[in-house]
């Protein structure tokens, strides 16, 4: 960045950062796509619910969200599918103790009085939307702020924190640049979240 464009690329950067991670954008991108996905798919919820049939639908849901949903897309094979289904399961029931979070997640599939397998669906789906994003913010950061020198990364923390200036905690503001660089992509973020959840 030369001195006499600093001022606009630096903008520049923030305004590309900002767009990029931008809750409406973000959900056009993989929420949107995800949920599309999950609705396209279909399954025989008639069937008696055996440990058979919950990897059968399990791992064919991992496999129609890979091939249908966003970003580049995979055609899983039906071990490949199931492995990876067990894999989502066992990290959506992360509260249980190790050795009950795949008796838990069947336990869920056959209970009859909630939604029964779709909401073992539900928690997958969310899982990867999740996954999704957090793959999604990290490129974000890697390729528009830990890509560039740390001058640079300084100027852009300093643009940010006087451009928001009226929403930064006032001992935020008492810091040098140098002090919050490190931390910029998480202010950025908090930052973006919260606009977000205000009205518009």
Not at 140 to 165: G, H, P, Y
């Amino acid at each position: 960045m030369t001195n006499s464009t600093n001022s606009c690329e630096v903008n520049a950067i923030i305004n590309e950062i900002f767009e990029l991670l931008d809750a409406d954008y973000i959900h056009k991108i993989i929420d949107g796509p995800i949920e599309e996905a999950v609705e396209s798919f279909e399954f025989d919820s008639k069937a008696p619910m055996t440990f058979q049939i919950f990897f059968k639908i399990t791992g064919d849901f991992i496999a129609h969200i890979y091939r249908f949903g966003p970003g580049v897309r995979k055609i899983l094979s039906e071990t490949q599918a199931r492995s990876e289904a067990l894999s989502i399961i066992e990290k959506c029931y992360y509260h249980c103790s190790d050795d009950i979070r795949l008796d838990t997640a069947y336990l869920d599939a056959t209970d009859n009085e909630t939604t029964g397998i779709e909401y073992v669906l539900e928690q997958m789906a969310n899982y990867i939307k999740n996954n999704v994003r957090k793959t999604h913010v990290e490129w974000v950061f890697t390729t528009r702020l830990r890509c560039l020198d740390w001058k640079d990364q300084c100027s852009i923390t300093e643009a940010f924190m006087n451009r928001e200036k009226p929403f930064i905690p006032s001992d935020l503001l008492d810091c040098h640049p140098d002090q919050l660089t490190h931390d910029l992509d998480d202010l950025m973020e908090l930052f973006i979240d919260t606009n977000s959840k205000l009205p518009k």
